[in-house]
Structure formats: structure tokens, C-alpha cells
């Protein structure tokens, strides 16, 4: 299994430019999780799914939406991209309800110029 | 504003001894916590959980103990290695909208260095 694969790896946006950051696991997880994390910081929830065709926000939603049509894809989008959403965004998918134990992708390390 | 947090930003410690990373959390009703270790330029990786029903739990060379009375929780990590050089995040397990769906709020996280 690959896991949880994120794409791109590093991307630089222009103020106001749109872009989706891609979310693929393999593992048939009903849950996943978008997080972004700043630097020196721990991470926060921004939007979370338990299953295709059903998400609802996290921690810092404003700015974001996601879709999840599809058990193994989770995809982020930025619309309006802004200097605060400088940040690394981590993927992540849970097979049980309530666990903590999450698996996390790589990462996406994204600046906003 | 967070209700988990670090005692300390940073920790070295000589390799084989043993390390203990500390953490805070402020709501008294948090009944589950998680360990994970993110080494640089990788995502976060599960360690190791605990319920609040327990105050002990033990891993391949780690051990998380809760302290209820004082909201404190610390891992234990045993003959630290090189490997395991990295920083170390708490979590807490946050319920939203009246269900728990795995949704964590982290601590800004200990960076443990491992001296040769």
C-alpha cells in the first residue's frame, strides 16, 4: 500500500490564485482529515470527512472547501489564495470513528506571494 | 485558544538515556490523548494513545502516563536512539457536533535531540 500520497509537494501561489491540493489513500479509509501547519506549531483541523459524499468543518475552515466523492480521494481547495494560507497542509485518513490514531501523508508545502 | 500545550519547546538528551516529554491540557473533560512523533520534513506518525479510564499505557519502548488530577500527560521514551530525533506532538481528541470523529487539536510540540 502507498498510503496516504499527497500532491503537489511545494507549490508558490500569487495572492488571489486558486488551487486544489490532492488527497489519495489507498488503505479504504472512511475518514480523513485536512490539516495545516505553521511553522513551530502543532496542527489544526481545517475541514474533516467520514465518508464519500460527506464532510464538515474543522478548527479553521475560512478560506477552504473540500469535496469527497470518492472513498479514496480528498481534495482541498483554496479559491482566493491569501499570504495567511502560507502553511504546510497534511492529509491524513483513520479507519475507525473516535481513534486517534490517524495515518498522515507527506505533506504539501505551499507559499503565498 | 488551545487546550493542549507543552511544558518545554526543546529536550536533549544523551543517547540511552531515557527521555520524558511533557504536556498540558486544560479542559477537564478531554478523555483521550495521543502521542506522535514527526521527524523533519514528514508527516505526523502515530505513537502511542491513552483513555482517560487508564493512567498508564505501555508501548515498544514507550510509556504514556496520565495525571488526571493535574491534566498533565508524559511520554517516556526508553534507551533513547538517534532515531528517534525528532518532535513529538500531544493531541487531544476533540468531539464536534456532539460526536467524536477523530478530530484532534495538537500542542506546538517538544523537539527532542539525541546527543551521540
Known amino acids: 500500500n502507498a498510503g496516504v500520497t499527497q500532491t503537489p509537494k511545494f507549490r508558490i501561489l500569487k495572492i488571489g490564485q486558486s488551487m486544489t491540493l490532492q488527497c489519495t489513500q489507498d488503505?479504504?479509509?472512511?475518514?480523513m482529515y485536512w490539516y495545516r501547519q505553521d511553522p513551530g506549531m502543532g496542527l489544526k483541523l481545517i475541514y474533516y470527512?467520514?465518508?464519500?459524499?460527506?464532510?464538515d468543518k474543522g478548527e479553521v475552515p475560512n478560506g477552504y472547501n473540500v469535496s469527497r466523492s470518492t472513498t479514496e480521494d480528498f481534495p482541498l481547495r483554496l479559491e482566493l489564495a491569501a499570504p495567511s494560507q502560507t502553511s504546510v497542509y497534511f492529509c491524513?485518513?483513520?479507519?475507525?470513528?473516535?481513534?486517534?490514531?490517524?495515518?498522515f501523508g507527506p505533506g504539501t508545502r505551499l507559499t503565498v506571494t | 485558544g488551545e487546550s493542549v500545550g507543552l511544558h518545554l519547546p526543546t529536550l536533549s538528551v544523551q543517547e540511552g538515556d531515557n527521555s520524558i516529554i511533557n504536556c498540558a491540557y486544560s479542559?477537564?473533560?478531554?478523555?483521550?490523548f495521543i502521542w506522535y512523533k514527526q521527524e523533519s520534513g514528514k508527516g505526523p506518525q502515530f505513537i502511542i494513545d491513552i483513555r482517560s479510564n487508564m493512567d498508564k499505557r505501555q508501548g515498544q519502548r514507550v510509556t504514556v502516563l496520565l495525571n488526571k488530577t493535574v491534566k498533565h500527560l508524559s511520554l517516556q521514551i526508553a534507551a533513547t536512539q538517534p532515531g528517534d530525533s525528532a518532535v513529538y506532538f500531544c493531541?487531544?481528541?476533540?468531539?464536534?457536533?456532539?460526536?467524536?470523529?477523530?478530530?484532534?487539536?495538537f500542542g506546538k510540540g517538544t523537539k527532542l535531540s539525541v546527543k551521540p
Open positions: 491524513a485518513s483513520s479507519p475507525l470513528a473516535g481513534s486517534g490514531e490517524q495515518y
Open positions: 493531541a487531544e481528541n476533540l468531539s464536534l457536533n456532539g460526536g467524536s470523529q477523530g478530530n484532534l487539536i
Open positions: 488503505m479504504n479509509h472512511n475518514y
Open positions: 479542559n477537564s473533560a478531554s478523555d483521550y
Open positions: 470527512s467520514v465518508g464519500a459524499g460527506i464532510t
